[in-house]
């Protein structure tokens, strides 16, 4: 890269618009509740398995065992739908600027 490409890149980014860093932060904003999203679902899906498993061991003929899975089921459904959310919010805001109506 020659000496003007470089200015040329400093410049650009020290002249960024209102909106543009308006962008820049909403974008880290929803990258952030993706992120985020994404940790609790991990941790839900590690505890449906764990659940899943307690639940064989026990029998499902268990109300333990049956409890434990149900429980962990929709607490995973939950938060993959929320994983889900969160990545279509930051979708749509990677491909049209702008945040969902």
């Given at each position: 890269?020659?000496?003007?490409?470089?200015?040329?890149?400093?410049?650009?980014?020290?002249?960024?618009?209102?909106?543009?860093?308006?962008?820049?932060?909403?974008?880290?904003?929803?990258?952030?509740?993706?992120?985020?999203?994404?940790?609790?679902?991990?941790?839900?899906?590690?505890?449906?398995?764990?659940?899943?498993?307690?639940?064989?061991?026990?029998?499902?003929?268990?109300?333990?065992?049956?409890?434990?899975l149900h429980v962990a089921a929709r607490q995973y459904r939950y938060?993959?739908?929320?994983?889900?959310?969160?990545?279509?919010?930051?979708?749509?805001?990677?491909?049209?600027?702008?945040?969902?109506?």
């Open positions: 890269m020659s000496f003007d490409a470089g200015a040329r890149e400093v410049q650009t980014e020290g002249m960024k618009s209102q909106p543009d860093r308006l962008s820049d932060a909403t974008f880290q904003q929803l990258r952030s509740e993706m992120t985020y999203a994404r940790e609790v679902y991990e941790f839900a899906r590690l505890k449906f398995e764990a659940s899943s498993r307690q639940a064989h061991e026990l029998g499902l003929s268990t109300s333990d065992g049956t409890h434990a938060f993959l739908r929320q994983y889900n959310k969160a990545v279509k919010r930051l979708a749509w805001h990677m491909s049209t600027g702008t945040t969902q109506p």
